[in-house]
């Protein structure tokens, strides 16, 4: 499954004091950390910094390829279509754009940038009845966003559908509705290569010990087909979960990666 680091995010007070102070030290560490944890991309989003967000932006990722190297893939995570721009023109490996909707406004400022950069897109069942709230919102959401990259050539092998996790601690069938949306999405576009993605913490939000939902939560979506996710891979306990869960569906030829994980630790 692919990893997309959550971590360095100016919403986390940590990320925003080191944007404040430009402290490198900060950001060179958890770059650090979460690509030697596993992750496989590092979503960079410095948009509460508001009119510096595009300098932040270019600051981190600066500082990122200084620290790791070339080769780290990027996820530019940005409402502001200007940040997006900014942010991919400076990316080495292949990019990710966190992320589009149906609001055909911004679909139309981010496709000249998808058309130009050929980057994996986090697509959301968002549109403008607002959030989703059934297994056919997402559905029907999904196909809007399908039929509309589709029709300015954009590869559905780029296209991770994020159905939108909403937190159990006000609407405790959402987490139930999410799952089965996975498993739906897959069943029905899978095969022409569309992906699924979510931000797995969202499940949580507002509840103690947040970390044991977020694992129940990952293994039972990887078993609906999951094909990424936003965590935090120096979480032990999601990694383990993950790790296992990959051997466990056979996903893991052998179970190797489940012992070079073991035998790593």
């Known amino acids: 499954m692919l990893i997309i680091s959550e971590v360095l995010n100016s919403t986390r007070k940590e990320v925003r004091e080191a944007l404040d102070r430009r402290d490198e030290a900060i950001i ?25 967000e595009i300098e932040d932006l270019e600051w981190v990722i600066g500082l990122i390829y200084d620290e ?11 409402p502001n279509p200007e940040a997006v721009a900014a942010g991919l023109g400076l990316c080495k490996a292949r990019p990710m754009i966190n992320s589009i909707s149906n ?3 911004l679909q139309s400022q981010l496709t000249p940038l998808i058309e130009e950069h050929h980057p994996d897109i986090i697509g959301l069942t ?9 297994v056919e919102d997402r559905l029907e959401e999904s196909k809007r966003l399908i039929d509309s990259l589709q029709a300015v050539g954009v590869e559905l092998g780029q296209l991770y559908i994020d159905p939108l996790v909403m ?26 290569g569309v992906k699924t993605c979510v931000g797995l913490s969202n499940v949580s939000f507002g509840l103690p010990q947040r ?20 965590m935090d891979p120096t979480n032990t306990g999601m990694m383990n979960v993950l790790r296992g869960s990959e051997a466990l569906m056979g996903i893991d030829n052998h179970c190797l990666g489940y012992i070079k994980y073991i035998r790593g630790k």
């Open 28 to 52: 060179r560490r958890l770059a650090r950390e979460q690509v030697e944890a596993g992750a496989d991309i590092l979503d960079i989003n410095t948009a509460t910094s508001m009119k510096r």
């Open 103 to 105: 609001n055909r406004e």
């Open 211 to 230: 970390s044991i939902i977020n694992q129940a939560f990952l293994a039972m979506l990887m078993e609906s087909g999951l094909d990424a996710a936003l």
């Open 68 to 78: 790791m190297g070339e080769e780290v893939r990027l996820s530019i995570d940005s």
């Open 167 to 192: 937190t159990i601690g006000s609407n405790q069938e959402q987490a139930h509705t999410v799952i089965e949306a996975v498993r739906a999405i897959k069943e029905r576009w899978g095969a022409q």
């Open 126 to 134: 968002l549109g403008t009845r607002g959030m989703p709230k059934t």
